[in-house]
């Protein structure tokens, strides 16, 4: 079972650029892919994109297009592996909780979620 | 992009009674239909996937049903832990999710 840890709460000012670490393990053989998630105050969840379990090419949501950037670690075990989301250009509209999220091994729904992390700005 | 939409936004149940939640989506997605429950402050947990595939290890309280655009998800008894948001999700990229329903203790 994949368990995912992300890094902690950030406060940003505008214009600013964040990243949010989640740090997977627990996978077998192949770490799985990775999606990005957030929360606003209030508001429903929003899908940011995914990143490629193999390497950092990634699908990204329309809206986050040309200022979010997912990244696989270059240090990483066999059994660990780290991705970083970076979001830059920060407006007051991107405080929220940013959720990590690992895609089933049979489908594309997600099987387990980090705890979130909070970004203020 | 499907857009989903949960009713009731929130819901007052008796614990020991029947909770059903509401889910319907723009367009068909067939089966690939999900649902979460989330609690403040926890990651949220995968409790239904395929409309209707129970994780393993989620009571047997919790039954999903639908296809296509009309979704619903059961607990047929609530407890005291199942007070909580839960959320639907399609899972066609672009991934997209319902605004969630809270299931509050009445």
């Known amino acids: 079972q994949v368990q995912l840890v992300q890094s902690g709460a950030e406060v940003k000012k505008p214009g600013a650029s964040v990243k949010v670490s989640c740090k997977a393990s627990?996978?077998?053989?192949?770490?799985?892919?990775i999606h990005w998630v957030r929360q606003a105050p209030g508001q429903g969840l929003e899908w940011m994109g995914r990143i490629h379990p193999r390497d950092n090419s990634s699908l990204y949501a329309p809206k986050f297009r040309g200022r979010v950037t997912m990244t696989w670690d270059t240090s990483t075990s066999t059994s660990t592996s780290t991705v970083r989301m970076e979001l830059s250009s920060l407006t007051f509209e991107d405080t929220a909780v940013y959720y990590c999220?690992?895609?089933?091994?049979?489908?594309?729904?997600?099987?387990?979620w980090g705890q979130g992390a909070l970004v203020i700005v | 992009e499907v857009v989903m939409t949960q009713s009731p936004a929130t819901l007052s149940v008796s614990p020991g009674s029947r909770a059903t939640l509401s889910c319907r989506a723009s367009e068909s997605v067939r089966t690939k239909l999900a649902w979460y429950q989330h609690k403040p402050g926890q990651a949220p947990r995968l409790l239904i996937y395929?409309?209707?595939t129970r994780v393993s290890g989620v009571p047997a309280r919790f039954s999903g049903s639908g296809s296509g655009t009309e979704f619903s998800l059961t607990i047929s008894s609530l407890q005291s832990e199942d007070f909580a948001i839960y959320f639907c999700?399609?899972?066609?990229?672009?991934?997209?999710f319902g605004q969630g329903t809270k299931v509050e203790i009445k």
């Open positions: 999220a690992s895609r089933a091994p049979l489908g594309e729904w997600f099987d387990t």
């Open positions: 999700q399609q899972y066609s990229p672009p991934w997209t």
């Open positions: 395929d409309a209707s």
């Open positions: 627990g996978y077998t053989f192949i770490r799985p892919y």
